[in-house]
């Protein structure tokens, strides 16, 4: 009886430690993200990932174990996400965990489906390439599809390694490619010890052997990063606003005078529409120093989340509206039915959400030609490629408060450092509660304010470096490869299915 019971509970004990391991693995995979960047998580987690898909005896039980992979990196690595609702959590405290579950599940289910269909592959080798070439295709789904969201995808973890050196060249699908290349052969490491151990020992190889590139030239060019350090419950509350306005133009009043002035995201806490005192204020502080800042604005029933550029003389005389928008923070799609559960934008504070802007722009400076980047706009690679012309620096100006003080900001400072690297511009990156920074074209941090800290920052421009290949190409170079990878897989596993 005892023995007949052990057999039964077998299967429910397999499926338990399989999915117990499979979740674990994603949360170790996610320590190499910010701000710990464990690298030995990455082999670590990789490989003993794809060990175990080697084993699961069918597509369901594949797909299954990329789900739960996924789950809990995401889950983990992307736990920020619950500090929006922290803001006012006697309204929005109880969404926290649907969203971080919804959110984590949402994006697992693309390495689902790479691991379901690498799965119908039998021969581990073949698999194990299968797995490598699926999964690099989902993260360009993730990237681009349904608005698309690639944060904590593989190229992060390489930001402050020689591996870095590769972006411009081959963009972050590439740096992803070549990081699963690398480690999923491990894999296969009971089978074929020998074999299995060439792919991560070139690779070490490899970054021995990467040359670190060179400091840039600085200009003449000193721009003062502003950063007011204005907590999200505190930012819009009449009692505090005008303190934080206050601190700003004391940072920008101080001498020496710098070539430009940013400020961050909404740092002017009123719409354009009536702002017409506060940026007298301003451009007074300023004395004739060009200003950048954030601010909301209206036109009728339409709002938009701008960043516009006071002039020597105090005018107002460019505007760019941010065009890609956070679902569910900025704008809420099918947002009249949502409202009626009181869900809205949570970084909307102006009408039921923004509108969307009309596209890139070029911002002429006094210090050059900017690509002006709101947020999370910094987030995707193909919208700095859009760019009508290519610029001499990147603008970014964030409020990171919405992410929180540990993670969710210096992930995103992390996607900021890529920009730059991968289009070999510098970066100007202005946060409302940090990470400040003049991100140089190699993506390396020049000058910052780190997080949580009121301040400024009076930073040398440094000077473009010459158009890069992933600047020119984009992202289509990889994606066609590993379509005709795919295609050598297709086929490779139909003529051995035929030959068996």
């Given at each position: 009886?005892?023995?007949?019971?052990r057999?039964?509970?077998?299967?429910?004990?397999?499926?338990?430690?399989?999915?117990?391991?499979?979740?674990?693995?994603?949360?170790?995979?996610?320590?190499?993200?910010?701000?710990?960047?464990?690298?030995w998580?990455?082999?670590?987690?990789?490989?003993l990932?794809?060990?175990?898909?080697?084993?699961?005896?069918?597509?369901?039980?594949?797909?299954?174990?990329?789900?739960?992979?996924?789950?809990?990196?995401?889950?983990f690595?992307?736990?920020?996400?619950?500090?929006?609702?922290?803001?006012?959590?006697?309204?929005?405290?109880?969404?926290?965990?649907?969203?971080?579950?919804?959110?984590?599940?949402?994006?697992?289910?693309?390495?689902?489906?790479?691991?379901?269909?690498?799965?119908?592959?039998?021969?581990?080798?073949?698999?194990?390439?299968?797995?490598?070439?699926?999964?690099?295709?989902?993260?360009?789904?993730?990237?681009?599809?349904?608005?698309?969201?690639?944060?904590a995808?593989?190229?992060?973890?390489?930001?402050?390694?020689?591996?870095?050196?590769?972006?411009?060249?081959?963009?972050?699908?590439?740096?992803?490619?070549?990081?699963?290349?690398?480690?999923?052969p491990l894999?296969?490491?009971p089978?074929?010890?020998?074999?299995?151990?060439?792919?991560?020992?070139?690779?070490?190889?490899?970054?021995?052997?990467?040359?670190?590139?060179?400091?840039?030239?600085?200009?003449?060019?000193?721009?003062?990063?502003v950063?007011?350090?204005?907590?999200?419950?505190?930012?819009?509350?009449?009692?505090y606003?005008?303190?934080f306005?206050?601190?700003?133009?004391?940072y920008?009043?101080?001498?020496?005078?710098?070539?430009?002035?940013?400020?961050?995201?909404?740092?002017?806490?009123?719409?354009?529409?009536?702002a017409?005192?506060?940026?007298?204020?301003?451009?007074n502080?300023?004395d004739g120093?060009?200003?950048?800042?954030?601010i909301?604005?209206?036109?009728?029933?339409?709002?938009?989340?701008?960043?516009?550029?006071?002039?020597?003389?105090?005018?107002?005389n460019?505007?760019?509206?941010?065009?890609?928008?956070?679902?569910?923070?900025?704008?809420?799609?099918?947002?009249?039915?949502?409202?009626?559960?009181?869900?809205?934008?949570?970084?909307?504070?102006?009408?039921?959400?923004?509108?969307?802007?009309?596209?890139?722009?070029?911002?002429?400076?006094?210090?050059?030609?900017?690509?002006?980047?709101?947020?999370?706009?910094?987030v995707?690679?193909?919208?700095?490629?859009?760019?009508?012309?290519?610029?001499?620096?990147?603008?970014?100006?964030?409020?990171?408060?919405?992410?929180?003080?540990?993670?969710?900001?210096?992930?995103?400072l992390?996607?900021?450092?890529?920009?730059?690297?991968?289009?070999?511009?510098?970066?100007?990156?202005?946060?409302?509660?940090?990470?400040?920074?003049?991100?140089?074209?190699?993506?390396?941090i020049?000058?910052?304010?780190?997080?949580?800290?009121?301040?400024?920052?009076?930073?040398?421009?440094?000077?473009?470096?010459?158009?890069?290949?992933?600047?020119?190409?984009?992202?289509?170079?990889?994606?066609?490869?590993?379509?005709?990878?795919?295609?050598?897989?297709?086929?490779?596993?139909?003529?051995?299915?035929?030959?068996?």
């Amino acid at each position: 009886m005892i023995a007949v019971q052990r057999l039964a509970n077998g299967p429910i004990l397999i499926w338990s430690a399989t999915t117990l391991l499979s979740l674990g693995l994603g949360i170790v995979l996610a320590l190499a993200l910010a701000p710990l960047q464990y690298l030995w998580a990455v082999p670590f987690a990789l490989g003993l990932v794809s060990l175990q898909f080697l084993r699961a005896s069918s597509v369901r039980s594949g797909a299954w174990i990329g789900w739960l992979f996924g789950l809990g990196y995401f889950g983990f690595g992307m736990s920020w996400i619950v500090e929006p609702f922290q803001v006012d959590p006697d309204r929005h405290a109880w969404m926290a965990p649907f969203a971080l579950f919804f959110l984590a599940g949402g994006l697992a289910l693309f390495w689902a489906v790479a691991f379901g269909v690498a799965a119908r592959v039998s021969l581990s080798s073949l698999r194990v390439l299968a797995l490598i070439v699926a999964w690099s295709l989902a993260e360009f789904g993730r990237a681009y599809l349904f608005s698309g969201l690639p944060w904590a995808a593989f190229g992060q973890f390489w930001i402050d390694s020689p591996a870095a050196v590769l972006l411009p060249w081959i963009g972050p699908h590439g740096l992803a490619f070549l990081t699963l290349a690398t480690v999923l052969p491990l894999g296969l490491l009971p089978r074929s010890p020998v074999l299995t151990g060439i792919p991560p020992l070139l690779a070490l190889f490899a970054m021995v052997l990467l040359p670190s590139p060179a400091d840039p030239v600085l200009t003449q060019k000193v721009v003062r990063l502003v950063q007011p350090n204005a907590p999200q419950d505190q930012k819009w509350r009449p009692d505090y606003r005008w303190g934080f306005v206050r601190r700003q133009l004391g940072y920008t009043s101080a001498m020496p005078r710098p070539d430009l002035v940013v400020w961050p995201e909404t740092a002017v806490p009123q719409l354009l529409n009536y702002a017409d005192e506060t940026l007298a204020a301003i451009a007074n502080a300023a004395d004739g120093v060009p200003v950048i800042t954030g601010i909301q604005r209206s036109e009728g029933l339409r709002y938009f989340n701008s960043l516009l550029v006071l002039d020597e003389q105090g005018a107002t005389n460019q505007i760019y509206d941010k065009t890609h928008l956070v679902p569910f923070g900025e704008y809420v799609p099918f947002g009249d039915f949502l409202a009626r559960f009181g869900i809205a934008g949570f970084a909307s504070q102006a009408g039921s959400g923004y509108t969307s802007g009309q596209g890139a722009q070029i911002l002429d400076l006094t210090i050059g030609k900017a690509l002006p980047l709101i947020c999370y706009e910094a987030v995707f690679p193909q919208l700095v490629n859009k760019a009508p012309e290519r610029p001499d620096m990147l603008v970014q100006i964030t409020n990171d408060a919405w992410f929180g003080i540990y993670s969710g900001p210096y992930q995103h400072l992390v996607q900021a450092q890529m920009r730059a690297a991968e289009q070999g511009l510098p970066m100007i990156r202005v946060a409302n509660t940090g990470v400040s920074a003049m991100i140089d074209g190699h993506g390396r941090i020049r000058e910052s304010l780190p997080l949580g800290e009121a301040g400024f920052v009076d930073a040398v421009l440094p000077q473009p470096l010459p158009p890069t290949l992933y600047s020119r190409v984009g992202d289509l170079p990889v994606f066609l490869f590993l379509l005709l990878l795919a295609g050598f897989v297709g086929w490779r596993h139909r003529f051995i299915a035929i030959r068996t």
